[in-house]
């Protein structure tokens, strides 16, 4: 059965440092999504990324954060200079169409020192 | 007021009863309808999902959509102690609205 993956599954960095987090979407899948959940809270939209560009993006989502789509294969998520409170678990999801089921990957546990 | 709220739970229930869950949500256009279950430290993996009002079965869990009251529910019968779990309501408004909305979740524990 097809699924999201990520790599890598925890991430430890300094404050200030800059952090690529990377998925696998399913392969047919064409909306590509990244959440975050900060331990003990609920999970939160980051970002929407759809035929190559951002469709939709929460208040988190600053100058800070970009995704990319490099090749036909990844999605990723960049963090320029983290700060402590970007700690937390960062998953990644994909879908076959806008209101269709999203389905996770495992996640990246990120730990801001 | 809250998008997506739940039960705040915990909620323990004896092994072959029915758990019952709920999830209200605040946007009255909104079209698709999620549930999740999450362990510990694991990711959301999707169990039931509902666009239409009513109910909908799979296995031993329903899912049941009442769009007038902006309601959906899911019931979860004969529990076992693997569905000992965290369960996710999330929401998805449609009309160009791409994201899950999340309610914070009911803890599900089942007593063997």
């Known amino acids: 059965e097809p699924e999201v993956t990520q790599t890598p599954s925890h991430q430890v960095t300094q404050m200030g440092q800059e952090v690529i987090l990377r998925c696998v979407p399913i392969?047919?899948?064409?909306?590509f999504y990244w959440y975050r959940q900060i331990l003990g809270q609920k999970v939160e939209f980051l970002v929407s990324?759809?035929?190559?560009?951002?469709?939709?993006k929460s208040e988190i989502f600053d100058d800070q954060f970009s995704v990319e789509r490099p090749d036909g294969s990844n999605f990723t998520l960049k963090i320029r200079s983290t700060k402590l409170e970007d700690s937390a678990m960062y998953f990644c999801?994909?879908?076959?169409?806008?209101?269709?089921?999203?389905?996770f990957g495992p996640g990246t546990r990120l730990t801001v020192l | 007021q809250k998008e997506v709220e739940q039960n705040s739970g915990p909620l323990s229930v004896p092994e072959g009863a029915i758990a019952s869950l709920n999830c209200t949500y605040s946007?009255?256009?909104?079209?698709?309808f999620f549930w999740y279950r999450q362990y510990s430290g694991k990711s959301p993996e999707l169990i039931m999902f509902?666009?239409?009002?009513g109910d909908k079965e799979d296995g031993r869990f329903t899912a049941q959509l009442n769009k007038a009251s902006q309601y959906v529910s899911l019931l979860i019968r004969d529990s076992q102690p693997s569905d000992s779990a965290t369960y996710l309501c999330?929401?998805?408004?449609?009309?160009?609205?791409?994201?899950?909305?999340f309610g914070a979740g009911t803890t599900v524990t089942v007593r063997a």
């Open positions: 509902i666009y239409s009002n």
């Open positions: 990324f759809y035929n190559n560009e951002i469709s939709e």
């Open positions: 392969s047919n899948h064409l909306y």
């Open positions: 999801a994909s879908s076959g169409g806008i209101l269709n089921e999203q389905f």
């Open positions: 999330a929401v998805n408004k449609g009309l160009n609205d791409y994201k899950l909305s």
């Open positions: 946007d009255r256009g909104s079209q698709s």
